[in-house]
Each structure stands twice: as C-alpha cells, then as structure tokens.
C-alpha cells in the first residue's frame, strides 16, 4: 500500500519475525530522492507495526525526530 504525506509517497511495510512484527518504511520523496528507513521496531500485533511504520514515515516527511519504538531488536 502506498500512502501520500505532503506529496512524499510512503510505502509501511511489516514482516513477520519469530513472534513478532517489525515495522519498515519506504519514502520516495516528490524530488524523487527515495529513502528506506529500514527497521523501525518490533511489535505484537501487525496492525501496530503497520500503524508505527506510518508514524515514523510521517514524522521523517514532517522533518521532526523520529518516535522510539517499545522494543529494540536484537
């Protein structure tokens, strides 16, 4: 799914770890710089890694600091 933020294209992506999910996130910006912000998090539910990967994706787009995930992964 992509998703448009100020004319950014942002494309959440969520895959499954173990028992977890973790959050990433594509942004191709309207300059057409593309930017991967690569793994953002682990999560319990894939409907919070998805909701992550947009936050942080909004954030990037917003030029304010990304937020911290609940978890780090190891």
């Not at 998703?3 to 028992?19: D, E, F, M």
């Not at 319990?44 to 780090?72: H, I, W, Y």
């Amino acid at each position: 799914m992509v998703l448009y933020h100020h004319g950014a294209a942002i494309q959440p992506c969520v895959t499954k770890h173990g028992k977890t999910f973790v959050a990433r996130a594509s942004i191709l910006a309207e300059d057409g710089e593309a930017t991967s912000l690569g793994n953002l998090g682990e999560f319990a539910s894939q409907e919070c890694a998805f909701a992550f990967a947009v936050r942080s994706a909004t954030a990037f787009v917003d030029g304010e600091p990304l937020p911290r995930s609940p978890f780090e992964l190891t």
